[in-house]
């Protein structure tokens, strides 16, 4: 099946820094969605992107639907302690309503 | 987005136990979905919740294993059977966003077995 590798796998980072991470695929997707999750939660949505090229904002958080379809980049900009969490990418599988999550990219900033 | 609740939130079960884990939604949706989360894992899909049908698993999880009803559209259960400590995990649901291709995830079931 379609599989969706995420680097990295882990950033330790201070506050303040800029953060970047990537999602990518062998396979074409139609959608790339972004989820947070922090200790003890559900994954929480953050951005969807529909659209190849497709750039979206969300407060401090960006993310680009590239160009191939075959990846996606999650941006976050000046950094705070709440935004230490695991980052999952994922994607619709197959066209079908069934998500498929990269292994997720874990985030601790630093205060 | 829908306002997604879970029962338990956690529990500690010995192994050959059973345990249902309950996902009720504010909302009537149309589709809802359970995952696993094996300890620092991502999620896997374990099966589709159907209202006023079978569900529909995923490859390597079976009905014995995992039975799930779909009463209703804001409701569905999720049972861990037979458990061993193989089966600790994090057990969530979730709903479709409607049109989006999206999910909303409840805040998930922390299952230890001993």
């Known amino acids: 099946g379609q599989q969706l590798n995420q680097s990295p796998q882990s950033m330790f980072i201070q506050e303040g820094e800029d953060v970047s991470m990537n999602c990518t695929s062998s396979?074409?997707?139609?959608?790339w969605l972004w989820y947070k999750q922090e200790p003890g939660e559900g994954p929480v949505l953050l951005i969807a992107l529909y659209k190849a090229g497709e750039l979206t904002s969300n407060g401090r958080l960006t993310a680009q639907f590239g160009i191939t379809r075959k990846d996606s980049f999650l941006n976050i900009s000046a950094s705070i302690p709440s935004d230490v969490g695991i980052y999952f990418c994922?994607?619709?599988?197959?066209?079908?309503?069934?998500?498929?999550f990269g292994k997720g990219t874990k985030l601790t900033v630093n205060p | 987005s829908a306002v997604i609740s879970q029962k338990p939130s956690r529990d500690i079960c010995q192994r050959g136990t059973s345990l249902t884990i309950q996902c009720q939604v504010d909302s009537q949706v149309t589709m809802m979905f359970w995952y696993r989360q094996q300890p620092g894992q991502s999620l896997t899909l374990i099966a589709t919740a159907n209202q006023g049908s079978e569900a529909t698993y995923e490859s390597g999880f079976v009905i014995d294993k995992f039975p799930i009803s779909r009463p209703n559209l804001t409701f569905s259960t999720l049972t861990v059977s037979n458990m061993s400590p193989e089966d600790s995990s994090i057990y969530l649901c979730?709903?479709?966003?409607?049109?989006?291709?999206?999910?909303?995830f409840g805040p998930g079931t922390r299952l230890l077995v001993l």
């Open positions: 994922a994607g619709p599988q197959g066209g079908s309503e069934k998500l498929v």
């Open positions: 396979s074409i997707f139609n959608t």
């Open positions: 979730s709903v479709d966003g409607g049109t989006q291709e999206t999910q909303y």
